[in-house]
């Protein structure tokens, strides 16, 4: 098909009536029209201009929605304002139709894009994902699960599939959208300016034809989808951790004309009582003894997430004493590395309990332990030395709680009395 321009009084149309010239940028357009619509909003002219600026309104709304649109505007300079025309395009013949044109410029197997008249709108390819959180323990992460759930689901009507109305029935052209299955809407973008859009007709649901009541599918009363209830099952995979996507794909609701979309679940992790988890190590506390950090032991120290007792045998022989908050790395017992028997590593910090008060010793018993024990690393030397009381039960959050409490805390003004007025001095 041989392409045929339209006229250059047609194609300056609409940027006259935006003010703008021919080639404008969008930022020009969106400029000239914020301005244009104030201008000639109607609520913003005496009564008796309305009508008038209503319709420069409406032309100003369509003359920006053309032109900021690279296909519209691609469409407008090629053929003029004809080729919106519903149907037939006016200058170019007899039968030469808008879809032709749409398959001759940009490839199209027919349809009409949405905002240019003629059949039901384009679909898109896939349809929209469905997210929610899933949250998973440490142990289901590091062990692993699978779950099955009931999962409620829009479904192409099984009756009719997908058609809405009986066998032999023919729909009819919807008098909403006039069978284009968009339609024109106004939407607010500040105060007194609106602008016109294409959204999809909610009376067709964009198919641009309705049946008629007694013609529509018993099953799904014209609506070309049901509700089903649809068993499912996810799978988390060892090693797995907060963040990751668990998706079921071509789960989310069917609409017709689509690819369903997915379900995404995204994972989150419940806070572990006794494990922290970076990347794939693990970290827990250790409790031990005094007489285990001194002394050594050989025992479980924690139970795994997997149920397993980890045990160790901490000889003092060859190794120092255990200090507090000391760290301790056992290889290969973190979390597991996914698609790989490799696993993270563990690292146990250990916390010394002391004996609670009341241990008592002979003098024999403490002059050996002394003995035993490394003394004061360094004796201090002063001239004057005080043996003072102490009280070994005292508190931290008392440390800065006496301030001002006992007298000569607080500076008292001398000068006045008891009535707050100002004694003067004797002459």
Request: charged share 30%.
């Amino acid at each position: 098909m041989d392409q045929v321009n339209g006229s250059s009084e047609d194609i300056d149309l609409l940027p006259e009536i935006l003010g703008i010239q021919q080639g404008a940028s969008k930022t020009e357009i969106r400029k000239a029209y914020h301005k244009a619509a104030l201008s000639n909003h109607p609520d913003k002219v005496a009564e008796e201009d309305r009508a008038t600026a209503d319709v420069k309104f409406k032309s100003i709304s369509q003359a920006y929605e053309i032109l900021q649109d690279d296909e519209k505007r691609h469409l407008y300079n090629t053929h003029g304002m004809s080729a919106f025309d519903k149907g037939q395009v006016g200058g170019m013949g007899a039968g030469v139709n808008l879809d032709d044109i749409l398959q001759h410029m940009f490839g199209m197997g027919g349809g009409v894009p949405p905002g240019f008249g003629g059949g039901g709108p384009r679909k898109p390819r896939k349809g929209r994902d469905e997210e929610q959180e899933y949250e998973v323990t440490l142990e289901e992460l590091y062990k692993g699960k699978s779950a099955r759930f009931a999962s409620t689901k829009i479904v192409i009507c099984s009756h009719c599939k997908g058609k809405g109305g009986k066998d032999n029935a023919k729909p009819r052209q919807c008098d909403t959208c006039q069978g284009r299955g968009m339609r024109q809407a106004l939407r607010s973008i500040g105060p007194g300016l609106v602008t016109q859009e294409t959204i999809i007709c909610d009376s067709c649901k964009g198919t641009g034809s309705v049946f008629r009541d007694k013609d529509k599918c018993k099953k799904c009363k014209g609506k070309r989808t049901v509700q089903e209830r649809k068993m499912l099952e996810i799978y988390i995979p060892r090693g797995a951790k907060a963040g990751d996507r668990i998706v079921l794909e071509g789960e989310a609701d069917q609409l017709p004309d689509q690819e369903p979309g997915d379900i995404v679940f995204n994972l989150t992790e419940v806070e572990h009582e006794t494990f922290k988890r970076a990347g794939a190590d693990l970290s827990a506390s250790m409790r031990i003894t005094l007489a285990e950090a001194l002394c050594g032991f050989s025992r479980v120290v924690i139970k795994h997430l997997d149920g397993r007792g980890i045990s160790i045998n901490y000889r003092q022989s060859d190794r120092q004493v255990l200090k507090p908050g000391q760290v301790i790395k056992v290889a290969g017992e973190g979390m597991p590395h996914k698609k790989s028997d490799l696993r993270g590593d563990l690292y146990l910090v250990v916390d010394v309990k002391f004996p609670e008060g009341g241990l008592l010793l002979d003098e024999h018993k403490t002059a050996h332990l002394q003995e035993l024990l490394p003394g004061p690393s360094e004796i201090i030397a002063a001239d004057t030395v005080d043996e003072v009381d102490y009280d070994e039960t005292a508190d931290l959050g008392d440390f800065g709680a006496g301030d001002g409490a006992h007298g000569g805390g607080a500076w008292e003004d001398e000068e006045e009395e008891d009535d707050g007025q100002p004694q003067c001095a004797q002459q």
